[in-house]
Nanobody, 124 residues
Framework: QVQLVNSGGGLVQAGGSLRLSCAAS????????MGWFRQTPGKVRDFVAA????????YYADSVKGRFNISRDNAKITVYLQMNSLKPEDTAVYYC?????????????????WGQGTPVTVSS
């Protein structure tokens, strides 16, 4: 089992920044990747960003490239999502996720554990 605790969401004006955190605990030695997804009511959970734990390669959705940055703290087993130049369309509940599978990081079905989600609201 892996436990993930999200934090850092909130309300921000368009153009502002927020940093989300996701602290992992438990059987983290099996980690292949950590990712961030977001979801709005009535829609599927969309990929935002991911990081391959061994090597640090990162992936981003086209909609956030150049604005969001995923990073990690190995010692704290924590992954961060720095979100800059936020837009109203970034409003969603953001979830971090853990994957032990060496599969595409783009699909939510390839993740085995999820955080509780943290809401982000960007006002215009």
């Amino acid at each position: 089992q892996v436990q993930l605790v999200n934090s850092g969401g909130g309300l921000v004006q368009a153009g502002g920044s927020l940093r989300l955190s996701c602290a992992a605990s438990g059987r983290t030695f099996s980690t292949y990747a950590m990712g961030w997804f977001r979801q709005t009511p009535g829609k599927v959970r969309d990929f935002v960003a991911a990081l391959i734990w061994s090597g640090g390669r990162t992936y981003y959705a086209d909609s956030v490239k150049g604005r969001f940055n995923i990073s990690r703290d190995n010692a704290k087993i924590t992954v961060y999502l720095q979100m800059n130049s936020l837009k109203p369309e970034d409003t969603a509940v953001y979830y971090c996720a853990h994957s032990k599978y060496e599969r595409s990081v783009l699909y939510s079905t390839n993740y085995d554990f999820w955080g509780q989600g943290t809401p982000v609201t960007v006002s215009s």
